[in-house]
């Protein structure tokens, strides 16, 4: 059942960001019971093995003594077994149950994520990009497996084994206890300073580890440029220099642990404990204190209290590795989704108007679109004008809902865009990108993407309107043909031409054009702007145009500089005006004539205000 919000002009209460550790148990919460199970096992097959070993001890004690009961030995053995094999059933148990619960955990998250972000503002996923998703939705939730799996059932095991044999060994001989206990002061301080500065060592490892990986994309990448303008020593040498920091980070890391490291590590090896409890042993066995069998059987206790400790250790490391990935994957999961209105309304045209509209990007201080008034009846073709940045595509993305304005109001069909459910807002426009983008599959499923219900025959008739259905017929497979990741198996001409089908499929009233043409070759432009034709008739569209030959038949030209409107009217009355777009039509008549003579020196043809070529199309609804 899904849920809504209620939409309000007041923004939300700031939240606190939760600590590392905090996101981790919010993350693990679907499966938290059975990580505690899988804790409870793991603690309670380390009681029982420290018992099997004490019964082990307390056999041989019993074998050594002055007449041994065999009966006694016999129990003591059977009892010891019974404990050792509950200790490797018990734990095998606590790893199984993590394990799945792992698995459960990275379907849950993966499954949690796609529906969060299918709720985000798409602007909001645009943020992210594409990267930064990939790597929460994949890797960091790969990174939760070793916190999950393998990490719960080392932390009960890890900590009750050292208790229990601690107090197995006191119920031995308390002598011995504190000769075991005399070696944990030199652990704590070898952890403690194996581990100072972990936050800034780590830190620069990895800052010098991106820098590494991003040296070798754009090695890669880059490698026509480089082969064309560089002998590759200067690539090569940043590259090198990437390396060198890299290695100086872990260099520096490792020489400032190395020391204490070794030392931990020496000091919870079983060795040194049990030549210090056989040191004490052996003294009071001399002094008439202690039997050589109590000794015997409290050797064989007195290495458990220690054996915990590099497990736990490493523990550690892999808390602290799936802390900081639970804390990017809280964060992705704590942005806030787009309200949803509490009494939804359906547009009644196709009619656009902005009243007021102020709009700032996250984190931004200056307003990217300031006091935009703007209205656009159903129908008519509304172009967009401007130099980069000046807020033509924020205008194009505020339509479909990508944001929610900062100030006034955006609505279409006469209903506030954020009165709109955000689907039912998406069947209402249509959005078609100068970066044409297919999902890996067939053509026609990215052309049934608009509408999955469609039949054959309106995809097919989808196609012919957008001037694609003879190129696909000429495919070997034809409509089942896969398209490739993003397309790839198509030209950039036909990767369009299927998202216009697309587009004609959805039956929008509204279609929002990001300069569909601009990378197009003069031949597949044709037959874009042909579909483009096909596609806008009789709808309400808005384009960005960056060739103002395209838009001079449009009802009306908006320009913007700055996040303002500074001019609008018709292709005519904004020349007469001489203003702005009269210099940009200036601009553009040039570049149209810029060409080389025979002599290889640029020539630029003369422009007259107004006069039109005959390769100059229009965008017409």
């Given at each position: 059942?899904?849920?809504?919000?209620?939409?309000t002009?007041?923004?939300?209460?700031?939240?606190?960001?939760?600590?590392?550790?905090?996101?981790?148990?919010?993350?693990?919460?679907?499966?938290?019971?059975?990580?505690?199970?899988?804790?409870?096992?793991?603690?309670?097959?380390?009681?029982?093995?420290?018992?099997g070993?004490?019964?082990?001890?307390?056999?041989?004690?019993?074998?050594?003594?002055?007449?041994?009961?065999?009966?006694?030995?016999?129990?003591?053995?059977?009892?010891?077994?019974?404990g050792?094999?509950?200790?490797?059933?018990?734990?095998?148990?606590?790893?199984?149950?993590?394990?799945?619960?792992?698995?459960?955990?990275?379907?849950?998250?993966?499954?949690?994520?796609?529906?969060?972000?299918?709720?985000l503002?798409?602007?909001?996923?645009?943020?992210?990009?594409?990267?930064?998703v990939?790597?929460?939705?994949?890797d960091?939730?790969?990174?939760?497996?070793a916190?999950?799996?393998?990490?719960?059932?080392?932390?009960?095991?890890?900590?009750?084994?050292?208790?229990?044999?601690?107090v197995?060994?006191?119920?031995?001989?308390w002598?011995?206890?504190l000769?075991?206990?005399?070696?944990?002061?030199?652990?704590?301080?070898?952890?403690?300073?194996?581990?100072?500065?972990?936050?800034?060592?780590?830190?620069?490892?990895?800052?010098?580890?991106?820098?590494i990986?991003?040296?070798?994309?754009?090695?890669?990448?880059?490698?026509?440029?480089?082969?064309?303008?560089?002998?590759g020593t200067?690539?090569?040498?940043?590259f090198?220099?990437?390396?060198h920091?890299f290695?100086a980070?872990?260099?520096?890391?490792?020489n400032?642990?190395?020391?204490?490291?070794?030392?931990?590590r020496?000091?919870?090896?079983?060795l040194p404990?049990?030549v210090?409890v056989?040191?004490?042993?052996?003294?009071?066995?001399?002094d008439?204190s202690?039997?050589?069998?109590?000794?015997?059987?409290?050797?064989?206790?007195?290495?458990?209290?220690?054996?915990?400790?590099?497990?736990?250790?490493?523990?550690?490391?892999?808390?602290?590795?799936?802390t900081?990935?639970?804390?990017r994957?809280?964060?992705?999961?704590?942005?806030?989704?787009?309200?949803?209105?509490?009494q939804?309304?359906?547009?009644?045209?196709?009619?656009?108007?902005?009243?007021?509209?102020?709009?700032?990007?996250?984190?931004e201080?200056?307003?990217?679109?300031?006091?935009?008034?703007?209205?656009?009846?159903?129908?008519?073709?509304?172009a967009?004008?401007g130099p980069?940045?000046?807020?033509k595509?924020?205008?194009?993305r505020?339509?479909?809902?990508?944001?929610?304005?900062?100030?006034?109001?955006?609505?279409?069909?006469?209903?506030?865009?954020?009165?709109?459910?955000?689907?039912?807002?998406?069947?209402?426009?249509?959005?078609?990108?100068?970066d044409?983008?297919?999902?890996q599959?067939?053509?026609a499923e990215?052309?049934?993407l608009?509408?999955?219900?469609?039949?054959?025959?309106?995809?097919?008739?989808?196609?012919?309107?957008?001037?694609?259905?003879d190129?696909i017929?000429a495919?070997p497979?034809?409509?089942?043909?896969?398209?490739?990741?993003?397309?790839?198996?198509?030209?950039g001409?036909?990767?369009?031409?299927?998202?216009?089908?697309?587009?004609v499929?959805?039956?929008?009233?509204?279609?929002?054009?990001?300069e569909?043409?601009a990378?197009?070759?003069?031949?597949?432009?044709?037959?874009?702007?042909?579909?483009?034709?096909e596609?806008?008739r009789?709808?309400?569209v808005?384009?960005?145009?960056?060739?103002?030959s395209?838009?001079?038949?449009a009802?009306?030209?908006?320009?913007l500089?700055?996040?303002?409107?500074?001019e609008?009217?018709?292709?005519?009355?904004?020349?007469d005006?001489?203003?702005?777009?009269?210099?940009?039509?200036?601009?553009?008549?040039?570049?149209?004539?810029?060409?080389?003579?025979?002599?290889?020196?640029?020539?630029?043809?003369?422009?007259?205000?107004g006069?039109?070529?005959?390769?100059?199309?229009?965008?017409?609804?």
């Open positions: 059942m899904t849920t809504t919000t209620r939409t002009d007041r923004p939300p209460e700031p939240v606190a960001e939760p600590t590392p550790g905090q996101a981790l148990i919010r993350v693990l919460e679907p499966v938290r019971p059975r990580l505690v199970t899988a804790i409870v096992l793991a603690a309670l097959a380390a009681v029982l093995g420290v018992a070993f004490t019964l082990v001890a307390l056999a041989l004690r019993e074998l050594l003594a002055a007449d041994p009961d065999g009966w006694t030995v016999a129990l003591l053995l059977a009892g010891a077994l019974a050792l094999l509950a200790r490797f059933g018990l734990r095998a148990w606590s790893f199984h149950i993590s394990h799945i619960a792992s698995y459960d955990l990275e379907v849950h998250l993966r499954t949690r994520l796609a529906e969060h972000l299918g709720r503002p798409l602007g909001e996923v645009q943020r992210l990009g594409a990267g930064a990939k790597k929460v939705a994949q960091d939730v790969r990174a939760l497996h916190a999950v799996a393998d990490s719960t059932p080392m932390l009960g095991f890890g900590i009750a084994q050292p208790v229990a044999a601690l197995a060994l006191g119920v031995l001989d002598r011995l206890l000769a075991a206990l005399a070696i944990v002061p030199i652990v704590i301080v070898g952890m403690r300073l194996a581990t100072r500065d972990y936050g800034d060592n780590r830190r620069r490892y990895d800052e010098a580890n991106e820098a990986n991003a040296a070798v994309v754009e090695f890669v990448q880059g490698m026509p440029v480089v082969r064309t303008f560089d002998d200067g690539s090569f040498r940043r090198a220099e990437r390396v920091d290695t980070a872990t260099t520096a890391w490792q400032t642990s190395k020391p204490a490291m070794i030392l931990s020496v000091a919870i090896a079983p404990t049990l210090l056989l040191a004490v042993g052996t003294w009071l066995t001399a008439g202690m039997s050589p069998a109590a000794l015997i059987g409290a050797l064989v206790v007195g290495t458990l209290p220690v054996e915990s400790v590099m497990p736990l250790m490493q523990l550690t490391h892999q808390i602290n590795e799936s900081a990935a639970a804390a994957i809280a964060d992705v999961l704590d942005t806030p989704p787009l309200p949803e209105p509490d939804p309304r359906d547009p009644a045209d196709g009619s656009i108007r902005f009243t007021g509209v102020t709009f700032t990007y996250g984190g201080s200056r307003p990217a679109l300031e006091g935009i008034d703007l209205d656009i009846p159903a129908g008519t073709v509304c967009l004008v980069s940045g000046s807020g595509s924020t205008i194009a505020l339509i479909p809902r990508f944001w929610d304005v900062t100030e006034g109001e955006v609505s279409v069909g006469g209903v506030d865009v954020r009165r709109i459910p955000a689907q039912s807002l998406l069947r209402h426009v249509s959005l078609v990108f100068q044409p983008f297919l999902l599959g067939t053509i990215n052309i049934r608009a509408r999955p219900d469609a039949t054959d025959e309106q995809v097919r008739a989808a196609a012919r309107a957008a001037q694609a259905h190129f017929r495919l497979q034809g409509y089942d043909t896969p398209v490739g990741e993003r397309g790839a198996h198509l030209s001409g036909q990767r369009q031409r299927v998202t216009i089908a697309r587009a499929l959805a039956d929008a009233p509204v279609v929002v054009l990001d569909a043409t990378f197009a070759d003069p031949e597949n432009e044709a037959a874009i702007q042909d579909a483009i034709a596609l806008t009789d709808r309400t808005v384009v960005i145009a960056h060739r103002l395209t838009v001079v038949d009802d009306q030209i908006v320009v500089d700055e996040g303002r409107i500074t609008r009217g018709t292709h005519r009355q904004l020349l005006l001489r203003g702005r777009y009269a210099r940009l039509w200036d601009h553009h008549q040039r570049a149209r004539s810029w060409g080389l003579d025979t002599h290889g020196r640029t020539t630029h043809g003369t422009t007259t205000h006069t039109k070529t005959d390769e100059e199309t229009a965008v017409r609804s």
